[in-house]
C-alpha cells in the first residue's frame, strides 16, 4: 500500500518505454515518493521492462494507477503542475521546480491534491495536456540541448519535494568513532606544541617571538579539530622529540 504521507503524485503521460517508467519510479522511490498514474504507456502496462529497471522500486509499479487519458488522471486532484523545456504559447505561471514544489506543499498542507505531468520521451506533453494544467514546471536547462529524460525529470522534481520539505541538510560532517575536540583540549594541544617549539629555539627573535605565539594559538582555534585530530597531532609532536633525543 503507498504511505500515508502527503505528497503530489506524478502523473507520467502516453511514456513510450518501460524502461524509464521502472527508472522514474525508482527516482520516486529515492525520494519518498510513491503516488504514480499512468496514462495510455505505449508499450502497454504491465511492462516487464519497466520492472527490471524499477529496481528495488517495483512496489510503486505494482501499485501504480492506469489511466486511459490525462483528464481521467487528474479527475480528483485540485492544483496541477506540467512539465516542459518550453511554455507553448499559453499564458500561464512559469515556475522553477524549486518553487513548484514550495508551492506543491503549501497546496498539500492546505489539503489540496497536487499532481505533476511529466511527458512523454520524444516531445514532451502537448499543448492539451498542458492547458489542463494551473502552472508550468520550466527547468533552467541549456535551451541548445533542453530535453531532459523522462527519469532525470522525475529526479529532479522529486529532489526539489524533499528539498520543500525541510529534509535536506545542506552540510554536514559524518564524525568517524570521534567527538569534536573540547576548548581545553585545544588549550593543552596549544602549550604542548608552544612548549616543545620553544626548547626547540622555534620562536626567535625575541622580539617576535610573543606575535608567533598568538599566530600559532590563533591558527589552532581556527581548525575545527576532533579529539582523534588532537591525539595524532600530540604523538605526532612527541615522537620528534624522542627522535631528535636519540
Given amino acids: 500500500m503507498p ?6 503524485a506524478f502523473v507520467l503521460v502516453r511514456p513510450q518505454m518501460g524502461e524509464n517508467i521502472g527508472a522514474a519510479a525508482r527516482a520516486m522511490w529515492n525520494f519518498g515518493l510513491d503516488r504514480m498514474r499512468i496514462v495510455a504507456p505505449r508499450d502497454g502496462w504491465p511492462n516487464p521492462n519497466a520492472v527490471a529497471m524499477a529496481s528495488g522500486a517495483g512496489r510503486l509499479l ?17 492544483y496541477v503542475l506540467a512539465t516542459t523545456a518550453r511554455a507553448r504559447g499559453l499564458t500561464k505561471p512559469i515556475v522553477s ?12 498542507a492546505g489539503g ?25 514546471i520550466n527547468v533552467p536547462v541549456n535551451p541548445e540541448f533542453a530535453s531532459l529524460n523522462l527519469a532525470q525529470c522525475v529526479l529532479l522534481t522529486a529532489y526539489e519535494w524533499q528539498r520543500a520539505q525541510g529534509e535536506v541538510t545542506p552540510e554536514r560532517v559524518d564524525m568517524a568513532k570521534t567527538d569534536w575536540a573540547e576548548q581545553i583540549e585545544i588549550e593543552k594541544l596549544s602549550v604542548h606544541y608552544e ?3 620553544g626548547e626547540a629555539g622555534f620562536f626567535f627573535p ?7 605565539k598568538i599566530n600559532l594559538r590563533n591558527m589552532w582555534s581556527r581548525m575545527p579539530l576532533t579529539r582523534a585530530d588532537v591525539q595524532m597531532l600530540h604523538g605526532v609532536m612527541r615522537q620528534m622529540v624522542r627522535w631528535k633525543n636519540r
Wanted: with cysteine.
Fill in 62 to 78: 505494482d501499485e501504480a494507477v492506469l489511466c486511459a487519458d490525462v483528464p481521467a488522471a487528474l479527475e480528483e486532484y485540485h
Fill in 195 to 197: 612548549d616543545r617549539l
Fill in 97 to 108: 521546480p524549486e518553487r513548484a514544489m514550495q508551492i506543491a506543499a503549501e497546496k498539500i
Fill in 206 to 212: 625575541e622580539a617576535k617571538a610573543e606575535g608567533m
Fill in 3 to 8: 504511505t500515508d504521507r502527503p505528497q503530489p
Fill in 112 to 136: 489540496e491534491k497536487v499532481a505533476v505531468l511529466f511527458g512523454p520521451e520524444r516531445a514532451g506533453l502537448e499543448n492539451d495536456d498542458i492547458s489542463r494544467a494551473n502552472a508550468i
